[in-house]
Each structure stands twice: as structure tokens, then as C-alpha cells.
């Protein structure tokens, strides 16, 4: 399979506390984004990094990606009750298709 | 910002009804796609297109799932006889190009019911 995999699956964590969550997928990738998904809402486009790329900010988000163990991992930093949500990570394999892995379930207490 | 948008939000309908999604992509966008989210799962892939073709499918993507883009802000996706497995969110996305580092933008989704 060429579907990313998100690990942990779940998360809790307090507000100010920093979450991280990593993405591992088999083959290789054009690029690879992370996306987040409120409950039952839409999904919202976080952040993409290319695959000649090692390091990507934005805001408080922090991505790595690691080519050479097909792994990745989103950073959030000083996290937000408004954080709590599924995260996604989406590996762009060179086809036009978007393989996205089960998620992690991210909750972040007051 | 511009965004893709679709309608409706929710939809219920009977099995073997034939049920049309619709989507507005970004204005100034080319490719095109529906992926799908059956409660509880990952999200997955259907269908692709641009320049009025499909330009890659799933095996979901059967005889039963048609796209069309009937004019030149519409993208449709056509379930003709629905099946209570075809209950799910189904999501609309759209990109301007289709190279290594285009970020795929997602409507908000429909959530269809079969009954």
C-alpha cells in the first residue's frame, strides 16, 4: 500500500503543551501535506511539503519529512483547545490521487 | 479567499435513486477530484479530471460513478442507482496544475445518506 499511516492514533494533551504526530508511508512521494479535520466538517489544507525538501514552518506548525524512512511528522507548538481535531497526512505517489492515511485524533484540554 | 464550494451539505435519498453532488472548484483551477469518507475510515480517492476527461479512477470508481463539468464553474459527480454502502461524506477538490508541489484545496463536503 501506498497510504500514509498516522501514529498515535489518538492524542490528549493540555492547552500550551506541544502535539507531534508522524506519518510513515511505503513508496515514494512527490510531496506530502498534512490536512486537518474538524468532526464531520471538511478538510483543511495545513501544509505540503515537496520531497526535496527536509524541514517546512508555518505559524506554530512545524513538518519534517525524512525521504530516506519514508516518514514525516507535524509539529504543533503552544497547542489550542481550537486544535483539537484529525489530522491527516496525504502522500502524493506521482499519480494524480491523494492516498491519506486513517489520521490521528488530536485533543487538546483547557 | 477563494474556495471550492458544494452543495448540498446534506442529502438523504433511497436506495436505487440516482443522487447528483455538486462542486464548484477554485475559479482558476484545471484538475479536478471527488475522494470519499465512509464514517469512521480514511478518506479515498475516486476520480480525477481535466480538460473535460478523467484522468485517473479508482477501482470505487465503477459503472455506477459518472463526473461531468456541464459548464465552466459546475463539477458534478453522478451516482446512478445508490447503494447503502455509498453512504459517506464525499468531498470535492481542485488544484491549478498537477506538479510536485500543488496543494489540493477541499470543499466542505456532502454527506449522503442511503437508505
Known amino acids: 500500500s501506498q497510504q500514509g499511516e498516522e501514529d498515535p492514533q489518538a492524542l490528549s494533551i493540555q492547552e500550551g503543551e506541544n502535539a507531534t504526530m508522524n506519518c510513515s508511508y511505503k513508496?515514494?512521494?512527490?510531496?506530502l501535506q498534512w490536512y486537518r479535520q474538524n468532526s464531520g466538517r471538511g478538510l483543511v489544507h495545513l501544509i505540503l511539503?515537496?520531497?526535496?525538501?527536509r524541514e517546512k514552518h508555518s505559524g506554530r506548525l512545524r513538518v519534517t519529512l525524512d525521504t530516506s524512512k519514508k516518514s514525516s511528522s507535524l509539529l504543533i507548538t503552544a497547542s489550542r483547545a481550537a486544535d483539537t481535531a484529525s489530522y491527516f497526512c496525504?502522500?502524493?505517489?506521482?499519480?494524480?490521487?491523494?492516498?491519506f492515511g486513517k489520521g490521528t485524533s488530536l485533543l487538546v484540554t483547557p | 479567499e477563494p474556495e471550492v464550494t458544494q452543495t448540498p451539505s446534506h442529502q438523504v435519498t433511497q436506495m436505487g435513486q440516482e443522487v447528483i453532488l455538486r462542486c464548484v472548484p477554485i475559479s482558476n483551477h484545471l484538475y479536478f477530484y471527488w475522494y470519499r469518507q465512509i464514517l469512521g475510515q480514511k478518506v479515498e480517492f475516486l476520480v480525477s479530471?481535466?480538460?473535460?476527461?478523467?484522468?485517473?479512477k479508482s477501482e470505487i470508481f465503477d459503472d455506477q460513478f459518472s463526473v461531468e463539468r456541464p459548464d465552466g464553474s459546475n463539477f458534478t459527480l453522478k451516482i446512478r442507482s445508490t447503494k447503502l454502502e455509498d453512504s459517506a461524506m464525499y468531498f470535492c477538490?481542485?488544484?491549478?496544475?498537477?506538479?510536485?508541489?500543488?496543494?489540493?484545496?477541499f470543499g466542505p463536503g456532502t454527506r449522503l445518506l442511503v437508505l
Open positions: 479530471f481535466y480538460n473535460n476527461e478523467i484522468s485517473e
Open positions: 513508496t515514494s512521494i512527490n510531496n
Open positions: 477538490a481542485s488544484t491549478v496544475y498537477r506538479d510536485r508541489g500543488e496543494t489540493q484545496y
Open positions: 511539503i515537496r520531497s526535496n525538501e
Open positions: 496525504a502522500t502524493d505517489p506521482f499519480t494524480y490521487a491523494l492516498n
